[in-house]
């Protein structure tokens, strides 16, 4: 059999650059777009909190049609690549249409951030779904994936970093005083950056692991639902991904509302948010850690770790020095979880192929990354919202006590919480027997 096993450092860094792109946007979304949404564009918090909620959970049902879509897809392209191709212009479009800040009414307004968030969370799954269902194609070398993937996740942490050392300052540049036009001004640089980047990663990967001319175009449905039924390993994956990007969408939503109101420090932003950023440690060194531990083992240690990095940022009080140690501690852990965590998605997709017989990575990959990124971060941006009302937060105020605990209890408490339920989640991840023996016999029988 011909080897697929390695990829090629062009293909690696193409790969990487591929969430690099994707991340400009949307960490833009993710945890600055309830700020702007609340005091910028002017909607209140609880009306943002029940948009970014129920907005998610629309979204939710993209990623499984997408999955079925790619699955079905067969080009000379390959079946996800030709999605980046296809749908890269609308998503830099509607990323910045998103921050356009139109003079409607109150209840206009409301209406189009719904229709806008919807609209780019639903493309931002056209174009990062593929990256994902790509993977197990790209080889069938479960390190190589590994590696491939701590490229993407170090891809995409770059684009984030880019994103929390400029963005604020590019908005007082281009605004000159007017954060609304900042905003646009500065979402429009970043989406004709990204776009760029997705057409680099299309043009400079390739999908080398095929499956028999005999099995093309006959996954239905059903044969989904299926795959989905009986891979166990493959839905606590995803109920971790969920569960992950609550706690990573948590932490950067809350952070300008505790170094704003509550540390008193709104300067800091910008420091805390790019210090996040240092999850690429963490995701440098899961290459390494993937040949002594397990990929269930390491996501543990990296909560853990995480879980550490909030209580020194709650102790440290007021003292920034602490708190950016907190936050490389907390963001160095997650940085493991990242890392190896749509790797071990992959693998739940060569899991499911020998226990069903059915191949179906676009719907497992699609499905798995997308719900888990999508409800996760839904839910890590409604959550906070929805305590800081319940604590009486008013945007631009002097806050009272007890909306200055929600803002902690957001920041600081409800990681923590959600990493304790990671750990439990992965109590019950098995495989029946090592996953490189199961890919080893696909292999065989291709």
């Given at each position: 059999?011909?080897?697929?096993?390695?990829?090629?450092?062009?293909?690696?860094?193409?790969?990487?650059?591929?969430?690099?792109?994707?991340?400009?946007?949307?960490?833009?979304?993710?945890?600055?777009?309830?700020?702007?949404?609340?005091?910028?564009?002017?909607?209140?918090?609880?009306?943002?909190?029940?948009?970014?909620?129920?907005?998610?959970?629309?979204?939710?049902?993209?990623?499984?049609?997408?999955?079925?879509?790619?699955?079905?897809t067969?080009?000379?392209w390959?079946?996800?690549?030709?999605?980046?191709?296809?749908?890269?212009?609308?998503f830099?479009?509607?990323?910045?249409?998103?921050?356009a800040?139109p003079?409607?009414?109150?209840?206009?307004?409301?209406?189009?951030?719904?229709?806008?968030?919807?609209?780019?969370n639903?493309?931002?799954?056209?174009?990062?779904n593929?990256?994902?269902?790509?993977?197990?194609?790209?080889?069938?070398?479960t390190?190589?994936?590994t590696?491939a993937?701590?490229?993407?996740?170090?891809?995409?942490?770059?684009?984030?970093?880019?994103?929390?050392?400029?963005?604020?300052?590019?908005?007082?540049?281009?605004?000159?005083?007017?954060?609304?036009?900042?905003?646009?001004?500065?979402?429009?640089?970043?989406?004709?950056?990204?776009?760029?980047?997705?057409?680099?990663?299309?043009?400079?990967?390739?999908?080398?692991?095929?499956?028999?001319?005999?099995?093309?175009?006959?996954?239905?449905?059903?044969?989904?639902?299926?795959?989905?039924?009986?891979?166990?390993?493959?839905?606590?994956?995803?109920?971790?991904?969920?569960?992950?990007?609550?706690?990573?969408?948590?932490?950067?939503?809350?952070?300008?509302?505790?170094?704003?109101?509550?540390?008193?420090?709104?300067?800091?932003?910008?420091?805390?948010?790019?210090?996040?950023?240092?999850?690429?440690?963490?995701m440098?060194?899961?290459?390494?850690?993937?040949?002594?531990?397990?990929?269930?083992?390491?996501?543990?240690?990296?909560?853990?770790?995480?879980?550490?990095?909030?209580f020194?940022?709650y102790?440290?009080?007021?003292?920034?020095?602490?708190?950016?140690?907190?936050?490389?501690?907390?963001?160095?852990?997650?940085g493991?979880?990242?890392?190896?965590?749509?790797?071990?998605?992959?693998?739940?997709?060569?899991?499911g192929?020998?226990?069903?017989?059915?191949?179906?990575?676009?719907?497992?990959?699609?499905?798995?990354?997308?719900?888990?990124?999508?409800?996760?971060?839904g839910?890590?941006?409604?959550?906070?919202?929805?305590?800081?009302?319940?604590?009486?937060?008013?945007?631009?105020?002097?806050?009272?006590?007890?909306?200055?605990?929600?803002?902690?209890?957001?920041?600081?408490?409800?990681p923590?919480?959600?990493?304790?339920?990671?750990?439990?989640?992965?109590?019950?991840?098995?495989?029946?027997?090592?996953?490189?023996?199961?890919?080893?016999?696909?292999?065989?029988?291709?």
């Open positions: 059999m011909v080897s697929n096993s390695k990829l090629s450092i062009r293909e690696k860094v193409s790969y990487g650059i591929g969430d690099t792109a994707c991340n400009l946007m949307y960490t833009v979304v993710t945890a600055y777009l309830t700020f702007y949404f609340t005091d910028v564009f002017g909607l209140n918090v609880v009306d943002v909190g029940v948009l970014m909620f129920a907005s998610r959970i629309v979204d939710t049902f993209d990623s499984p049609i997408f999955g079925i879509l790619i699955d079905k067969n080009t000379r390959g079946k996800s690549r030709p999605w980046i191709l296809w749908f890269c212009v609308p830099s479009v509607a990323s910045i249409l998103l921050f800040g003079h409607f009414s109150y209840g206009g307004k409301l209406i189009y951030a719904y229709v806008m968030y919807i609209c780019v639903v493309l931002y799954a056209a174009v990062n593929p990256l994902t269902t790509m993977l197990p194609s790209l080889t069938d070398d390190h190589e994936r590696v993937n701590t490229f993407r996740m170090v891809g995409g942490q770059v684009g984030a970093l880019i994103v929390n050392l400029s963005l604020l300052s590019l908005v007082g540049l281009f605004g000159q005083g007017n954060r609304a036009k900042g905003f646009f001004s500065t979402m429009s640089l970043f989406a004709v950056i990204g776009l760029i980047m997705l057409l680099i990663t299309f043009f400079n990967t390739r999908e080398k692991i095929k499956v028999k001319d005999s099995d093309k175009a006959k996954v239905s449905v059903k044969d989904s639902i299926i795959a989905i039924k009986y891979n166990k390993p493959w839905i606590i994956t995803v109920l971790v991904s969920i569960v992950a990007y609550i706690i990573y969408t948590s932490r950067a939503t809350a952070a300008i509302y505790y170094l704003t109101y509550y540390i008193k420090d709104a300067g800091a932003v910008s420091l805390v948010n790019s210090l996040g950023t240092t999850t690429i440690i963490g440098l060194v899961v290459p390494t850690l993937s040949r002594y531990m397990t990929k269930k083992r390491m996501i543990i240690v990296g909560n853990v770790i995480a879980i550490i990095g909030q020194i940022i102790f440290g009080k007021f003292n920034i020095t602490v708190i950016c140690l907190g936050t490389v501690v907390a963001s160095i852990g997650l493991v979880v990242f890392g190896i965590l749509f790797s071990l998605l992959a693998d739940t997709v060569d899991y192929e020998w226990k069903t017989g059915i191949r179906t990575e676009g719907i497992l990959a699609a499905t798995g990354s997308g719900v888990g990124i999508k409800l996760g971060s839910l890590g941006a409604a959550i906070p919202a929805w305590i800081m009302a319940k604590g009486g937060y008013v945007a631009g105020a002097v806050q009272s006590s007890s909306a200055t605990n929600s803002i902690i209890i957001s920041y600081i408490f409800l923590i919480l959600a990493c304790i339920l990671t750990i439990i989640l992965l109590s019950f991840l098995k495989f029946e027997k090592p996953i490189e023996s199961i890919i080893e016999e696909l292999s065989a029988s291709r």
